[in-house]
């Protein structure tokens, strides 16, 4: 059996740092010198990420060929107006409203592997292959792999540690929005051997299963630029850099040469015949000052806070976000950092508090107009620099859960969601940020060699990955197979068919499966800890 299909997820890498890191000219000397070979005799592209870029929406859009008005999932948590205040449930993988390309790939006999994916677990019924989820604490890792055996399978890997190998909560408590030195040099060494978890397990089952499609992500690269964008990005690595930014700079650099020597051993341990695929959820850039978005709401009126009192049961109150919220007189605010949306509240039922259905359109209207006005007071530049409708970039059966409004910054930062001034204020340091520009590469037979073509969507993935296994793209895929990609030889072997449409409900979870409350609460902090929540 050989490997027909590989492909390595990188969460957050960007052009901008991999450019950086690998050479033309002389290969063996850069930071990343097989990505530097990939780059020079495969196929690169941009990738478009989903319309707020964001891991939840994107790895899904990924995985679906669809974008999140039809897959459903939008944010790392669903929000839901109940009795005067705001309940967040975590999504997960019975939230995905279409089919996987794990079921399709399985229900058309093709072995599959899918390791640290997000919004995998519960993992599908009818897998055919092997799955390791992401985003689950390590105590659920076991329950939620497939088959039951392979968790007993993996102990037996020289090293294998489940506590390393997923979320560690209590060492990703170091991520806070702000971090001391010595808290952040922890948070890049963490990943290290975090990494390499991931990689002993894909390395395992490719050489012991030698899967139709193997895939595996890394998601160190997102979490490392965010806490040290300072650190990696060529931009800012220019004057006199103190002892500690070049201690840091070095030990980032060690990550993404590891990134770089796991790549290579995974496309060798595959095989010369094998097709390898490499792409990004969404990028990555700087951001540089904060927008309070509640707060100006509040200014403008849309959103009324009630007093806090000053008691420390109060206090405690407050840290909710929206229990002093007034619900009579609050017609819309955010509910998540990462969602950088905005709700409006309409009321639907009797007795339920908002604006009357009919009013919606002018209300909306009102309401970006206010979103446009908020200006730099120095250079009279927009501060939100795009307001989208929900209809415009979340059609499809899903889109009542989206949010009304998607806001993006000028910076491409997430918002804050704190009654606290001023409204918009510089950060004290230059963090990371998402940017929607991601990375796509193609690397092998059939692959076009040292090719740049346009821009793709994030879709586009799921469908490229079903060619290269030798199955026709669903009908009802957004995605479409990059023909740019292939050589010529290979498309006339192989055209592009376009099939059936997917199966509803195919591949969904048990419902009964689930995670305890209190490994939810856990990764509710984490979430916080990374900036999406506050």
């Keep these: 059996m050989t490997v027909r299909t590989l492909f390595i997820g990188m969460d957050g890498a960007t052009f901008t740092v991999l450019d950086d890191l690998t050479s033309k000219t002389d290969p063996a000397s850069s930071v990343m010198p097989f990505l530097s070979k990939i780059f020079a005799e495969g196929t690169r592209a941009k990738l478009r990420s989903t319309p707020n870029p964001l891991t939840p929406p994107a ?20 929000a839901e107006e109940r009795n005067n205040d705001v309940f967040f449930t975590l999504y997960d993988s019975r939230d995905c409203r279409v089919e996987t390309i794990w079921s399709i790939a399985s229900r058309q006999g093709k072995k599959v592997a899918a390791l640290n994916f997000p919004f995998t677990a519960p993992p599908p019924k009818d897998l055919n292959g092997f799955m ?66 991931w990689f002993r397990i894909a390395d395992y089952l490719l050489r012991e299963e030698a899967p139709d499609l193997m895939a595996v992500m890394f998601d160190g690269v997102d979490k490392l630029q965010h806490q040290a964008w300072a650190y990696v990005d060529p931009a800012l690595q220019k004057g006199e850099l103190s002892e500690y930014h070049q201690r840091m700079r070095v030990l980032c650099m060690d990550y993404f040469r590891q990134l770089d ?15 390898v695929f490499m792409a990004s959820d969404h990028g990555f850039t700087a951001s540089t000052e904060v927008l309070r978005i509640n707060a100006y709401l509040h200014e403008k009126g849309w959103l009324k806070w009630r007093e806090v009192p000053d008691t420390e049961a109060g206090k405690r109150r ?39 259905p009919e009013d919606y359109d002018s209300v909306r209207t009102r309401l970006i107009r206010d979103l446009e006005d908020l200006k730099d007071p120095v250079t009279g530049d927009r501060i939100i620099t795009e307001i989208h409708t929900r209809d415009k970039v979340f059609p499809g059966e899903a889109m009542a859960d989206a949010p009304d409004l998607l806001l993006t910054l000028r910076d491409h930062g997430f918002v804050s969601i704190k009654n606290k001034l001023p409204i918009v204020e510089p950060r004290p340091e230059v963090v990371g940020t998402h940017h929607p520009d991601g990375v796509f590469l193609a690397y092998g037979p059939g692959i076009n060699a040292g090719a740049q073509i346009a821009r793709r969507n994030i879709t586009d993935v799921g469908a490229t990955l079903l060619y290269s296994l030798g199955l026709q793209v669903p009908s009802d895929f957004e995605g ?52 999406y929540m506050e």
């Excluded at 020597?261 to 097709?275: D, R, Y």
Aim: with cysteine; aromatic share 8%; net charge negative.
């Design 318 to 356: 407050e840290d909710s976000m929206f229990a002093f919220l007034d619900w009579q007189e609050t017609i819309a605010y955010c509910r998540t950092p990462s969602s950088n949306g905005i709700n409006i509240r309409v009321a639907r039922n009797p007795g339920d508090t908002g604006i009357k």
């Design 59 to 78: 790895w899904v859009s990924l995985m679906t060929g669809r974008s999140p008005g039809n897959h459903g999932v939008y944010d790392f948590i669903r």
């Design 480 to 531: 479409k197979v990059p023909a740019s990609m292939f050589t010529q030889p290979q498309l006339d072997a192989h055209p592009i068919v376009i099939g059936a449409a997917t199966t509803a409900g195919a591949g969904k979870a048990d419902p009964s499966d689930g995670m305890a409350d209190d490994e939810k609460e856990k990764i509710l902090a984490q979430l916080q800890m990374l900036g």
């Design 132 to 197: 390791v989820p992401g985003f689950v604490p390590w105590r659920h890792l076991r329950r939620n792999s497939t088959p039951s055996d392979l968790y007993d399978r993996l102990k037996q890997i020289p090293d294998f540690n489940p506590q390393e190998l997923a979320w560690d909560f209590e060492q990703e408590k170091q991520a806070m929005n702000e971090l001391t030195d010595n808290d952040r040099e922890n948070w890049v060494r963490y990943h290290l051997p975090r990494e390499k978890q």
């Design 261 to 275: 020597s796991f790549i290579e051993k995974l496309v060798t341990a595959a095989g010369p015949e094998v097709q």
